[in-house]
């Protein structure tokens, strides 16, 4: 478990951090998710004990990480992707760090192969490019077997092969019950991996909740429908006080019921139905709208409504 309890970092006149307080507990992936200087590298920073708070505490598994005996066996960290010496191999990188915290050759072999570089083992990692740097990165941080894994954008630099190995990384790191805090700015990619998501702006917390409840709070129970008998369950479901938009003749936008709701009542009116869909907004919709106001640093040429990112999910 992490625990950030009304953190507070100052560098000079910057609020980095500005009263944060969170947890991220055994079993669950929880997604850290921020604009451009929302402080998020400073908190994960200050968990490690790499940054002295200016006020405020950080705990792991309920202890100050600071006091920790076997740091690396506590909280497996990938800060900075590229901190390894460029001309040590992989393999001989990991050996050292390995030989460091008590980690045999064996272990070396298991982490190469779980992140899928036994085969440029013996290549300097100062050859690696950006997505096998992330990778050797992430293996030496799982090295000691933590039972904390902390992440800063391990997908940066990783191609559509190597997202999906931190997606499914993550969700077995998790089910294994460890505590997983992972940062990124790939909105579609933590919807599909976060179970949980911390989102923050300016130094503080904006929302902190289940993934599914924020999607389904913030969505308001819209249902899209198409059904050749648009117009007669319009009319029952307007009888019902319920809103309907009907914008082509066979379909019909529906805003306060549940997709539940108006196919039961479909088949009570003995109406066909061809497509009945909750309406969800897509995380990079949600997020541009609960930090629109925490954003430091923005394009001239951002829109209000400008996911930059094609989700292919936001009406699904
Ligand atoms: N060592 C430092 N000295 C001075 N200012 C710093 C330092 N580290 C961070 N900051 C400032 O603190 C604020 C928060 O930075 P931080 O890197 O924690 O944000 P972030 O959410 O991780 O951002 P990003 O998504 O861009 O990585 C920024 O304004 C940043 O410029």
Same mark, same amino acid.
């Given at each position: 478990?992490?625990?950030?309890?009304?953190?507070?970092?100052?560098?000079?006149?910057?609020?980095?951090?500005?009263?944060?307080?969170?947890?991220?507990?055994?079993?669950?992936?929880?997604?850290?998710?921020?604009?451009?200087?929302?402080?998020?590298? !400073?908190?994960?920073?200050?968990?490690?004990g790499l940054d002295t708070?200016?006020?405020?505490?950080?705990?792991?598994?309920?202890?100050d990480y600071r006091s920790s005996a076997a740091p690396l066996?506590?909280?497996?960290?990938?800060?900075?992707?590229?901190?390894?010496?460029?001309?040590?191999?992989?393999?001989?990188?990991?050996?050292?760090?390995?030989?460091?915290?008590?980690v045999g050759k064996r272990r070396v072999e298991e982490v190469l192969d779980l992140a899928g570089? !036994?085969?440029?083992?013996?290549?300097?990692?100062?050859?690696?490019?950006?997505?096998?740097?992330?990778r050797l990165g992430i293996a030496t941080s799982l090295l000691a077997d933590p039972p904390v894994v902390m992440l800063d954008e391990p997908v940066n630099g990783l191609d559509p092969d190597g997202i999906t190995w931190i997606r499914t990384l993550t969700r077995q790191l998790a089910d294994e019950g460890r505590t997983v805090l992972i940062s990124s700015h790939l909105m579609s990619e933590m919807e599909q991996t976060a179970d949980h998501l911390v989102?923050?702006?300016?130094?503080?917390?904006?929302?902190?909740?289940?993934?599914?409840?924020?999607?389904?709070?913030?969505?308001?129970?819209?249902?899209?429908?198409?059904?050749p008998g648009a117009s007669v369950l319009a009319e029952a479901l307007g009888a019902q006080g319920i809103e309907v938009e009907q914008d082509r003749?066979?379909?019909?936008?529906?805003?306060? !019921?549940?997709?539940?709701?108006?196919g039961d009542l479909a088949r009570d009116l003995g109406v066909a139905v061809h497509e009945l869909t909750p309406r969800r907004k897509s995380l990079e919709q949600i997020f541009?709208?609960?930090?629109?106001?925490a954003v430091t640093y923005r394009?001239?040429?951002? !829109?209000?409504?400008?996911?930059?990112?094609?989700?292919?999910?936001?009406d699904a």
């Open positions: 478990m992490i625990e950030v309890d009304d953190l507070v970092k100052h560098y000079g006149t910057t609020r980095a951090v500005d009263g944060m307080t969170f947890t991220a507990r055994p079993g669950v992936v929880t997604g850290f998710l921020g604009p451009n200087g929302a402080g998020k590298s !400073t908190t994960m920073r200050a968990v490690l708070p200016t006020s405020g505490t950080t705990r792991v598994n309920g202890k066996a506590e909280v497996g960290a990938l800060l900075d992707g590229r901190a390894f010496d460029r001309s040590r191999t992989a393999r001989a990188h990991l050996r050292s760090v390995g030989a460091a915290v008590g570089l !036994t085969s440029v083992a013996d290549r300097p990692a100062g050859q690696f490019s950006l997505g096998m740097g992330q989102i923050v702006g300016g130094g503080r917390v904006i929302t902190d909740e289940p993934m599914d409840d924020l999607i389904a709070r913030t969505s308001g129970g819209a249902v899209h429908v198409v059904s003749s066979d379909h019909l936008l529906l805003h306060g !019921t549940t997709a539940a709701h108006v541009m709208e609960l930090t629109a106001d394009s001239h040429t951002d !829109t209000d409504a400008a996911p930059a990112e094609p989700t292919g999910d936001s």
